[in-house]
């Protein structure tokens, strides 16, 4: 059974960056039918997709925080990593990594058990 | 960018009676290939979310068959035949028509009245 998980601080200072991994086990980040995501919620909101990758390094961002995201991949340890420059408040969130399809069926199929990161001096 | 809108938002239910939740999209979610790239989720309480409905109207392995999805083009429902305690949580659409990007619709809330 897939399982991800993610990790990083939980606190993060205004105008810094957020960083964040997401470990996959129980199966390859290299499979060529998955795409890797990362997905927010800001709290009592609803969920924000923030952006994928595919193992072989393509990434696809929301047009709305593309100036400020990048999404890596890191195949030899089965993870994928997302960093998000210059925070503010607004960015305090549940923050969930996720495996999708994209391909005749479009979806995401594994989740996260999401953590929370709160913007904060 | 393709806006997704629920309907309505808190959906307070009695069990055993049925449910339905509207999702409007900004665009049609109809591909060539005959796919309507819109799928649903639960969010539980404390849980992330969960699949229910792929391509608008497949349900995902595991889910009841109280669940159904239909539509196309822009207007698409999920319904709930006989509403049980367990389905208490928040209910998202999402399209995935635009290449690589996913827009969420603000979630319907079903409670137990």
């Known amino acids: 059974q897939l399982q991800l998980q993610e990790s990083g601080p939980g606190l993060v200072k205004p105008s810094e960056t957020l960083s964040l991994t997401c470990t996959v086990s129980?199966?390859?980040?290299?499979?060529?039918?998955?795409?890797w995501g990362w997905i927010r919620q800001s709290p009592g909101k609803g969920l924000e997709w923030i952006g994928s990758?595919?193992?072989?390094?393509?990434?696809y961002y929301t047009p709305s925080l593309k100036s400020r995201v990048t999404i890596s991949v890191d195949t030899s340890k089965n993870q994928f990593s997302l960093s998000l420059l210059s925070v503010t408040a607004a960015d305090t969130a549940v923050y969930y990594c996720?495996?999708?399809?994209?391909?005749?069926?479009?979806?995401?199929?594994?989740w996260g058990q999401g953590t929370l990161v709160t913007v904060s001096s | 960018d393709i806006v997704m809108t629920q309907s309505p938002l808190s959906l307070p239910v009695t069990p055993g009676e049925p449910a339905s939740i509207s999702c409007r999209s900004s665009?049609?979610?109809?591909?060539?290939?005959?796919?309507?790239?819109l799928d649903w989720y639960v969010q539980k309480p404390g849980q992330s979310p969960q699949l229910l409905i792929y391509?608008?109207?497949t349900r995902a392995p595991g889910v009841p068959d109280r669940f159904s999805g239909s539509g196309s083009g822009t207007d698409f429902t999920l319904k709930i035949s006989k509403v049980e305690a367990e389905d208490v949580g928040v209910y998202y659409c999402?399209?995935?028509?635009?290449?690589?990007?996913?827009?969420f619709g603000q979630g319907t809330k079903l409670e137990i009245k």
């Open positions: 129980g199966g390859s980040i290299s499979r060529s039918d998955s795409y």
């Open positions: 665009q049609s979610l109809l591909h060539s290939n005959g796919y309507n790239y």
């Open positions: 996720a495996r999708h399809l994209w391909g005749s069926y479009r979806y995401f199929a594994y």
């Open positions: 999402v399209q995935a028509l635009q290449t690589l990007m996913f827009s």
């Open positions: 391509v608008g109207s």
């Open positions: 990758i595919y193992y072989l390094g393509s990434t």
